[in-house]
């Protein structure tokens, strides 16, 4: 889904999992767990005019969940303008917005329940809702917020300023580390790329302010202005902190000559797709001469990490390249870069000025949204950052039932057979890798819903009136927990994501498919809406994450979840193959501007989308059977409904800068081309709509095909 349709729990371990729409799942410490990010959804195109050569479909009335249909665009000249051209009319995006979509609308429905939950929390407080109560109270004090002004974070840039020499950054790292405060590397945990039932240490890249490290290094003119705004946002910043004009500017130029540093020694997202590029282990002695100016020792030390014999270095060429950075940077200039990142993760806890000024840059430069979303929208989104299972439990009592569990696994039942089934057909996979393939399949775990047990909180405090303390306590905690893991056996129960989260993911580590309560509600699971628009939706989305399973990273992973070449060279040669069809059909693809889609960052979305919705419709098969394949509803046959289903989840709208932000950071197509350029690929579409072979959504010989 998109990277924050709803806001998560802390990212909780390094390996990346895959999710419906980019959520990050995969930070490690040091990941700015202060900050209240605007929410968002997936984008799409403006309106194009395309000629009606066909009969259009109409649902009159709509069935239940059906979108109104825009009949002067025929289905098989654009399909997404046809099935959400009318819905983007009826939805302007919201100023306080950078996209606006069928996500968005339900993760506004399902922050209005927590907030109702909250208000009711700080009237009427109980013992079960006194600490979510609490926090949420906290975070709404502007007033108590602003008399306090930056006090609250004094301790935390005294301790920077005290700084005596660099010997002292490693103690002095792990404690803001602690606190959820970024800053030049990342330390975590995860599961043994090699070993999936061992957490084990991992170290990466880090320390960066703009989102991607080819913000800092390419020269073309849209990265140059977002360059000079982040300079200028820096500077602002320091300002608002107590420095002169003059003293901030030189801050910030410091500052941006450190993490321009870093990251030309980061790797590059495609890079970082491939999960063998991330793994390195190396004995802790090795790993410590990388970069010998940090003392590792005493860092680990003071996270409360036991010695460590070997670790897993992400990237080890970041780490020389830190090694440079701290040699050949200042001491002054080092505490000037980390007291700003103190700032910038703190800055939505802070008074109001601080609290505009982040989102001058994050929000209106970065993400072109308009104005800050109301208060108490950011500070439902930051308790369910802080507390999400506690507040999840009490949002599932409401919304989600076992009706709904038992319905979902009936749909996973089905596609999961239908996988099964498909495989034998596949001429290009050898018996020897299907059998393999087939019990991967088989060892999919299935989470539908929320965890089987729930996070307990009760050691994390919570004060009423202390809204910055309650953010660090709360990281606190949760890096206390992810460190507690390493060296021991890996928690399958977990969940990474939050009961009200609007998103879905794959793990390729733990081979579980993970459904939080807040996607299974509509328009993505609608229990008033028959089989066929509901395998279009969730069922295409349950395929996906199957899917993912058997994509370029994925399908690096055993049944286990261990990284492991599993299929023959002949087959893997074939799956590249196929796969490279998908990398030149997206990568063709226009963002905004000159700006394209990056077909090898996407290609992993893009291939779950092209086999999960393929599946999805043989699971639908499956159900329905002939006889309720023929059964019309509001004149449309069940396949019809079917990829309505499938276009009604992805109707949406961006901003430029959005649509720009995206294309260059997120692993996710643009949601036009999500819905056309996976059903263009697809016989069963153009059959299903009676299309042309000239049509644009008939691909024809060109369909590209991996599962």
């Not at 077909?599 to 893009?606: A, D, K, S, V, Y």
């Not at 291939?607 to 509803?633: C, F, H, I, P, Q």
Request: charged content about 25%.
């Amino acid at each position: 889904m998109s990277r924050n349709s709803s806001k998560g729990a802390p990212s909780r371990r390094a390996l990346s999992t895959t999710s419906l729409t980019g959520a990050a799942l995969g930070g490690m410490i040091g990941a700015f767990a202060l900050a209240l990010t605007v929410s968002g959804a997936a984008v799409a195109a403006g309106p194009t005019q395309v000629a009606q050569s066909q009969a259009v479909p109409k649902a009159q009335p709509p069935a239940p969940g059906l979108p109104v249909l825009d009949p002067a665009v025929s289905p098989c000249q654009n399909f997404f303008l046809h099935a959400c051209g009318p819905w983007i009319k009826a939805h302007p995006i919201p100023d306080d917005q950078s996209r606006w979509g069928s996500f968005n609308l339900l993760a506004e429905d399902n922050q209005a329940i927590l907030h109702e939950i909250l208000e009711a929390a700080v009237k009427t407080p109980t013992p079960d809702t006194q600490k979510i109560g609490d926090y949420y109270k906290a975070c709404m004090d502007e007033q108590g917020i602003e008399a306090k002004g930056l006090t609250p974070l004094a301790p935390v840039l005294s301790s920077i300023q005290g700084l005596k020499d660099k010997k002292a950054i490693a103690p002095l790292m792990a404690d803001l580390h602690r606190q959820g405060i970024g800053g030049l590397f990342r330390f975590g945990q995860q599961q043994d790329f090699k070993d999936a039932t061992m957490a084990i240490a991992v170290v990466d890249q880090g320390g960066l302010g703009l989102p991607d490290r080819d913000f800092y290094l390419k020269d073309d003119e849209r990265s140059t202005k977002l360059r000079d705004a982040y300079v200028a946002h820096v500077q602002k910043m320091f300002e608002l902190a107590g420095s002169k004009p003059e003293e901030a500017a030189k801050k910030a130029a410091a500052v941006m000559k450190i993490e321009t540093a870093l990251a030309d020694g980061s790797m590059t997202r495609v890079m970082r797709r491939q999960p063998e590029n991330r793994y390195n282990m190396k004995t802790f002695a090795d790993f410590t001469a990388l970069a010998p100016s940090i003392d590792w020792a005493a860092y680990t030390s003071a996270l409360g990490v036991p010695p460590q014999k070997d670790l897993n270095v992400a990237n080890p060429a970041f780490f020389q390249k830190l090694e440079e950075v701290v040699k050949a940077t200042s001491l002054d200039d080092l505490k000037t870069y980390l007291s700003w990142h103190a700032l910038r993760g703190a800055a939505p806890m802070l008074p109001d000025a601080f609290v505009q000024e982040n989102f001058n840059f994050y929000g209106k430069a970065l993400s072109g949204a308009k104005q800050i979303r109301p208060r108490w929208k950011r500070c439902v989104a930051a308790t369910d950052n802080a507390l999400g299972e506690d507040l999840g439990q009490h949002y599932v009592e409401k919304v989600f039932g076992p009706e709904h569990k038992k319905r979902m696994l009936a749909m996973v039942e089905d596609i999961q057979s239908a996988f099964h089934e498909k495989m034998g057909t596949l001429e290009w996979m050898s018996p020897e890798t299907q059998t393999k393939a087939r019990e991967k399949l088989a060892s999919v775990q299935n989470k539908i819903g929320y965890p089987d047990q729930w996070l307990d909180y009760s050691l994390l405090e919570v004060k009423p009136d202390d809204a910055l303390g309650n953010a660090a306590r709360a990281n606190a905690f949760e890096t206390k927990r992810d460190l507690d893991k390493i060296g021991k056996p890996v928690d399958r129960g977990e969940w990474f994501m939050t009961p009200p989260t609007v998103n879905a993911y794959y793990s390729p580590a733990f081979n579980d498919i993970n459904f939080p309560a807040g996607i299974l509600r509509p328009p993505f699971f609608d229990f008033e809406a028959d089989d066929a628009y509901n395998y279009g939706a969730i069922g295409a989305v349950i395929g996906h994450e199957i899917t993912h399973g058997f994509d370029d990273q994925g399908r690096k992973f055993d049944a286990k979840g261990n990284l492991s070449n599993w299929w023959t060279e002949d087959d893997a040669k074939r799956f590249t193959q196929r796969a490279q069809c998908l990398v030149d059909q997206y990568g063709s693809y226009v963002a905004e501007g000159e700006v394209k889609q990056n077909g090898e960052l996407t290609l992993g979305e893009n291939t779950a989308d092209n086999g999960g919705l393929r599946l999805a419709l043989a699971g639908l098969r499956k159900r329905l059977g002939e006889k309720g394949l023929a059964e019309k509803v509001g004149g449309l046959t069940a396949e019809q409904r079917f990829f309505y289903g499938w276009a009604h989840v992805w109707c949406a709208t961006a901003r430029p800068e959005a649509r720009v932000l995206q294309a260059k950071t997120d692993p996710h197509s643009l949601p036009e081309y999500r819905v056309n350029g996976t059903v263009s690929n697809m016989e069963d579409f153009a059959k299903a709509f009676n299309c042309k072979p000239t049509d644009p959504m008939v691909r024809g010989e060109k369909a590209c095909r991996v599962w």
